[in-house]
C-alpha cells in the first residue's frame, strides 16, 4: 500500500488508459475465445440458455474448411506483397519531399497524404472506374498502346494485385509522414562530415540515412504488417472476396461468418488464431529488433 501511494499521482494518469484498454481491448479478446469454444448464433443470442459448449470443434473445422485455407493464403500474400512496397515507397517518397522545403514540397506533402485520409467507399468508387475492363481509363491508357484489355478485378490473381495497388495507394502517405519527421530529426552535421570526406550521394544514402532510420523502419513495418495481416476494407468494398473467392481474406472471412451468416461462434474461433497470427509475427519482429540491437 505504501508503494501504491507512493506512485498515485502515475496511476491517476495511467488509470484511464488502463481502463479502456481493458474494456474495449482484453474483454472484447477474452469473450471471443469463449465465443469460440460455442456453437453461438442469432439464436443464442436471443436466448443464452440455448448455447452449447462444443470444445475446439470450430477449429477443428477451420482447418478443414478450404474457404479459410484460400482466405489464408490469399491474407499471407497480401502481407508478403503489400508490406515492403508500402515500405520502400513511402520511404522513396519521404526522401525525395526531403530534399526541398519550397511551398511547392509542402504542397505535395499534402497531396500524398490525402490518399490516406480518404473514405475507403470514395476510394473504392474511383479505383473501381480506373479499374473496369471495357471503360476504365486504365485499360484505355493500355488500348493505346495496342496492349489488349487487363482484367483487373475479374481474374483472381489479378484482382489480387489490384486490392494491394489500392492498398498501397491509400496506406504509404501515412507512412511516408513518419519517414519525413524521422529523416527531419537527423542532425545535418553527419552531412556536413560526409560533404568534407568526400562521401557520394550513394554512400551518404545507405550509410547515413537508411542506417539512421532504423527506428522508424522498424515501427512503420511492425504497424504496416499488423494492418496488411487484418486486410478488410478493399477486398470488402470493391470485389466483396471474389472472383471465386479469389481476394478473400481472413478479416473477411470472419465478418461474413459473423455478420452474414451470424455463426458467431466459428467467426470468433478464426478471430482468435488471426490474434495469435498477428501476436507471433509481431513477437517475432520484435525478436529479430532485439537481436540486431544486441549484436
Not at 28 to 45: E, H, M, Q, Y
Not at 145 to 155: I, K, N
Not at 198 to 204: E, F, I, S
Request: hydrophobic content about 55%; glycine content about 8%; proline content about 4%.
Amino acid at each position: 500500500m505504501r508503494k501504491l501511494s507512493r506512485h498515485r499521482g502515475a496511476l491517476i494518469f495511467v488509470g484511464p488508459s488502463v481502463l479502456l484498454l481493458l474494456v474495449f481491448m482484453v474483454v472484447p479478446i477474452l469473450v471471443a475465445a469463449g465465443a469460440s469454444l460455442t456453437d453461438l448464433d442469432l439464436r443464442g443470442l436471443a436466448d443464452p440458455s440455448s448455447v452449447e459448449f462444443i470444445g475446439l470443434e470450430n477449429y477443428r473445422r477451420l482447418l478443414s474448411d478450404e474457404l479459410f485455407g484460400k482466405a489464408a493464403v490469399n491474407t499471407l500474400l497480401y502481407v508478403v506483397i503489400g508490406v515492403p512496397l508500402i515500405v520502400v515507397c513511402s520511404l522513396a517518397v519521404a526522401l525525395l519531399l526531403n530534399m526541398g522545403s519550397s511551398r511547392l514540397f509542402r504542397g505535395l506533402r499534402a497531396f500524398y497524404f490525402l490518399p490516406a485520409i480518404t473514405n475507403i467507399v470514395a476510394v473504392a468508387v474511383i479505383w473501381g472506374y480506373l479499374y473496369n475492363t471495357d471503360s476504365g481509363l486504365l485499360n484505355y491508357l493500355l488500348s493505346l498502346g495496342g496492349v489488349e484489355p487487363v482484367p483487373w478485378l475479374d481474374q483472381p490473381f489479378v484482382a489480387k494485385l489490384s486490392l494491394i495497388l489500392v492498398g498501397v495507394w491509400k496506406g504509404a502517405g501515412f507512412n511516408m509522414i513518419i519517414f519525413l519527421a524521422a529523416l527531419q530529426g537527423i542532425p545535418r552535421e553527419y552531412y556536413e562530415a560526409a560533404a568534407i570526406d568526400g562521401v557520394t550521394p550513394w554512400q551518404r544514402l545507405t550509410r547515413i540515412t537508411i542506417p539512421l532510420l532504423r527506428y522508424a523502419t522498424f515501427f512503420v513495418t511492425v504497424t504496416t504488417t499488423i494492418a496488411w495481416i487484418q486486410f478488410f476494407e478493399e477486398p470488402f468494398v470493391m470485389t466483396d472476396g471474389g472472383p471465386l473467392d479469389g481476394t478473400m481474406s481472413v478479416a473477411l472471412f470472419i465478418y461474413q461468418n459473423g455478420f452474414n451468416l451470424s455463426d458467431f461462434g466459428y467467426a470468433s474461433a478464426a478471430s482468435v488464431l488471426l490474434f495469435l497470427a498477428i501476436m507471433i509475427v509481431t513477437a517475432v519482429q520484435f525478436r529479430l529488433r532485439r537481436s540486431d540491437v544486441e549484436y
